[in-house]
């Protein structure tokens, strides 16, 4: 009788983990205008949950397919929970690295996720635009980031 006990609470313990994971995993991650943001996107989180940032007026000038790009890019920093794991991370290596080293992968994440033509035009802006240059600290160059996206999509040419 005791055994059984045990199982069921063993299982229920089990089942209430999978269910808080699913409700975490589903929270909606809202997207708020800000017209007078300095960058064009910021995925991040604020006193309600998930949130992403974004300054219509910039992602206007970019054009709907940087503009498809830039959105999943943003999903992807959520998706792969890019600021949890900065909180985690040990001190091997520098924060700077490791903010370039996610922009990466949340650049790979969008190249696999939106529509050749919107990664194609994202990885020539980067390329074209930003070039071997840096917008700041903590973002890979232009050129970098134009190679992943074209790797992650599969674009040779």
Same mark, same amino acid.
């Given at each position: 009788?005791?055994?059984?006990?045990?199982? =069921?609470?063993?299982?229920?313990?089990?089942?209430?983990?999978?269910?808080?994971?699913?409700?975490?995993?589903?929270?909606?991650?809202?997207?708020?205008?800000?017209? =007078?943001?300095?960058?064009?996107?910021?995925?991040?989180?604020?006193?309600?949950?998930?949130?992403?940032?974004? =300054?219509?007026?910039?992602?206007?000038?970019?054009?709907?397919?940087?503009?498809?790009?830039?959105?999943?890019?943003?999903?992807?920093?959520?998706?792969?929970?890019?600021?949890?794991?900065?909180?985690?991370? =040990?001190?091997?290596?520098?924060?700077?690295?490791?903010?370039?080293?996610?922009?990466?992968?949340?650049?790979?994440?969008?190249?696999?996720?939106?529509?050749?033509?919107?990664?194609?035009?994202?990885?020539?802006?980067?390329?074209?635009?930003?070039?071997?240059?840096?917008?700041?600290?903590?973002?890979?160059?232009?050129?970098?980031?134009?190679?992943?996206?074209?790797?992650?999509?599969?674009?040779?040419?």
């Amino acid at each position: 009788m005791w055994q059984c006990i045990s199982c =069921n609470i063993r299982l229920a313990v089990s089942l209430f983990f999978l269910l808080t994971a699913s409700i975490v995993t589903a929270q909606q991650i809202r997207e708020v205008p800000v017209p =007078n943001l300095r960058d064009v996107s910021i995925a991040t989180f604020d006193r309600y949950g998930p949130v992403i940032y974004y =300054n219509p007026k910039a992602l206007k000038k970019l054009g709907p397919q940087v503009a498809e790009f830039v959105r999943a890019h943003e999903y992807a920093h959520h998706a792969m929970k890019h600021m949890q794991r900065e909180k985690q991370s =040990n001190q091997d290596i520098s924060m700077t690295e490791l903010r370039r080293s996610f922009e990466l992968e949340a650049d790979c994440y969008a190249a696999k996720k939106v529509s050749r033509e919107s990664a194609l035009a994202a990885a020539d802006d980067f390329s074209k635009i930003v070039g071997s240059k840096r917008v700041d600290s903590v973002h890979p160059t232009g050129k970098e980031r134009s190679a992943m996206i074209r790797q992650c999509a599969g674009i040779t040419s």
